[in-house]
């Protein structure tokens, strides 16, 4: 009997060798990510030189209502009104919702799923098949009900990860609306200051049509004494049209701005109508606020959005890893299958199963192995996203600030040309009306003082229009307070570290 044991024993053990082997020559045949990886790294903002660029001046970031600095209440109001009804946003708002439910459904798969289902089916049964009598070759109405359960196990993460991978998805496209709002209140304010440049250089051609009004008058009575002809009659004559022209001109794109503004308010043409003439002021005076490179980072939405998308990504990357392992999935069902209604409801007609199923790919012709590329690839490409949006975002507030730097050192000189050239518009006009000098003068002093005029005012509202600008690239007041970023953040909040935390370039390979 001992021998016989033993033997029996001896079989076993070669029976669990032999599946062992088997076991394992199969998963050594089975596909494989072996030489798919990335080595792309996210940019680190202190790895760019913009000590000189961007100097450290102890200055604040803007502010979510940053609109306010230029003291204009109607201007606060228009962008409090696109806010409400601009279609744009809707559009934003649309897309976060989509992505909120693409999450809901990949969280779905990380739970059990319970079903229920009845059917009722008449059939004849073949007499020459399986089925035996006295079914076979009769008619029969089958009767079946079930309550149905499935649980994947997600052993390697694969729903885990994809779950992950949505819920980033979600934060970037909340980010990508910040950066819709941000644009678009910007694209108010710009246009607002657009309309305040208007009517400043309205202001200027009505003056310029006094000035030349008065000469016309001045060269009346110097014709009647001999002084002058027709010929600078008909000179001052034509000057005056054309300030009128002008005029008109500068009144026509005073009506074109304030569509613009109703478009951008998602509102009527009509509604740009009612808009008053703006009063903003200079705004803040401007200085850079510390460690910009670095907290710049979470003060873009932009660059928010971006960092996100790598994240999905890394965790794309390991879903579609986790497609290599075998995939268990638990299932059970139990209910009722009869034959008629009359035994549907009896004990005999319960039915019951209970199982695993198992999914181990072992040749697919190198499907997932593709996927896996495409995934990478995915990755390379949201890394030189952000990098490049990193760069672009340095580049817009060193741009913006030299801007206004430059503007103020014009303003200057500008207002010293203009206060010169007023001066000497008035005293050619003065000598002109005592006949001691000719039209010509009093002209070029005229157009002089005009282009001065307009210079200064452009030069104003060009430094307005950069101090919106350098308010956007600084994040117009956004701060990511996701809870990656909460949860990263040190002293510096969003800075560098933030980075590193998610960088995803090791979790990925």
Known sequence: MKPQLNRNAAMTRVAKAGVSMIFAAVLSACANYAGIHSDKEMAQPQTFATGHSLPAEAGHWPSAGWADQFGDAQLKALIVE???????????????????????????????????????????????????????????????????????????????????????????????????????????????????????????????????????????????????????????????????????????????????????????????????????????????????????????????????????????????????????????????????FGRFLTAASRTASAGPAIHLPVFDGGQLRAQLKGRYADFDYAVATYNQTLVTALSEVATQLAEVRSTDAQLVDAQIAEDNARRADQLALTQYQAGLTNQLTVLNADMNALAAGQAVANLKMNRRDQQIALAVALGGGYTDTSSDAATNAGSNAGSTHAVQASNPVVAAQ
């Open 82 to 340: 696109a806010m409400k009804g601009s279609p744009t946003l809707e559009q934003a708002r649309a897309r976060v919702a989509a992505a909120s439910a693409y999450s809901e459904t990949a969280k779905a798969n990380t739970l059990p799923q319970v079903g229920a289902t009845y059917s009722y089916t008449r059939q004849q049964f073949s007499g020459t098949a399986l089925v035996p009598p006295p079914v076979a070759g009769s008619w029969q109405s089958e009767n079946k009900g079930l309550l149905s359960a499935s649980y994947d196990l997600d052993l390697w993460g694969k729903n885990r990860e994809a779950l992950k991978a949505s819920t980033s998805e979600v934060q970037a496209s909340v980010a990508d609306a910040e950066v819709v709002c941000l644009t678009l209140s910007a694209s108010i304010a710009r246009s607002y200051n657009q309309l305040a440049r208007l009517y400043v250089l309205r202001d200027i051609a009505q003056q310029e049509i006094d000035q030349r009004t008065q000469i016309d008058r001045i060269t009346a009575g110097r014709i009647a004494t001999g002084l002058d002809t027709e010929v600078e009659r008909k000179t001052a004559q034509a000057n005056l049209a054309t300030s009128r022209a002008a005029l008109t001109a500068i009144d026509g794109n005073i009506v074109t701005t304030r569509y613009q503004i109703a478009a951008l308010l998602g509102a009527g043409p009509d509604r740009g109508l009612a808009i008053a003439r703006p009063t903003p002021g200079t705004g803040d005076d401007v200085k850079l606020p510390d460690n910009l490179p670095a907290d710049l980072v979470s003060r873009r939405p932009d660059l928010t959005a971006a960092r996100w998308r790598v994240d999905a990504i890394t965790h794309e990357v390991k879903s579609a890893k986790a497609e290599f392992y075998p995939d268990i999935n638990l299932s059970a069902a139990i209910g009722l299958d009869a034959f008629g």
